[in-house]
Nanobody
Framework: VQLQASGGGLVQTGDSLRLTCAVS????????LGWFRQTPGEEREFVAS????????YHADPVKGRFTISRENTENLLFLQMNNLRTEDTGVYYC???????????????WGRGTLVTVSS
C-alpha cells in the first residue's frame, strides 16, 4: 500500500486547510485510515482515524470540533478538513493505513510521506 499526503501549507490562525491522502496498492477498503502529526523532537501524535467503511471516526481531543476526517472509497482518497487552525496545529501531517480501527501509531502498517502545515499567528 502506498500513501501520499498533500495539501499542507502556510496559513494564519483561524484559517482552514484540507489535506488529502491518495492511497494505491491493496484494496483501499481493506484498511482503516488515520492522520497523525509530528513536530521536531516530539513523538508522532494521533489526530483522527476512520474505519474502512467510514461509519466510525474518532478525533483526538485537541482537534475535536475543528477537524473532520473523511474518506472516499470510490476514489481511494482520505481527507482531513482542518478549520479554525491554531499555532499548535503546526507540524508534519502523515496519513497511515491499519487493519485495525485504532489511534496507536504502532498499529499502522503503512505510512505516507508527510505534508507540512505551518500556522502563524
Amino acid at each position: 500500500v502506498q500513501l501520499q499526503a498533500s495539501g499542507g501549507g502556510l496559513v494564519q490562525t483561524g484559517d482552514s486547510l484540507r489535506l488529502t491522502c491518495a492511497v494505491s496498492g491493496r484494496p483501499f477498503s481493506d484498511y482503516s485510515l488515520g492522520w497523525f502529526r509530528q513536530t521536531p523532537g516530539e513523538e508522532r501524535e494521533f489526530v483522527a482515524s476512520i474505519s474502512w467503511k467510514g461509519e466510525q471516526s474518532y478525533h483526538a481531543d485537541p482537534v475535536k470540533g475543528r477537524f473532520t476526517i473523511s474518506r472516499e472509497n470510490t476514489e481511494n482518497l482520505l481527507f482531513l478538513q482542518m478549520n479554525n487552525l491554531r499555532t499548535e496545529d503546526t507540524g508534519v501531517y502523515y496519513c497511515g493505513a491499519s487493519r485495525k480501527f485504532t489511534s496507536w501509531p504502532w498499529e499502522y502498517e503503512f505510512w505516507g510521506r508527510g505534508t507540512l502545515v505551518t500556522v502563524s499567528s
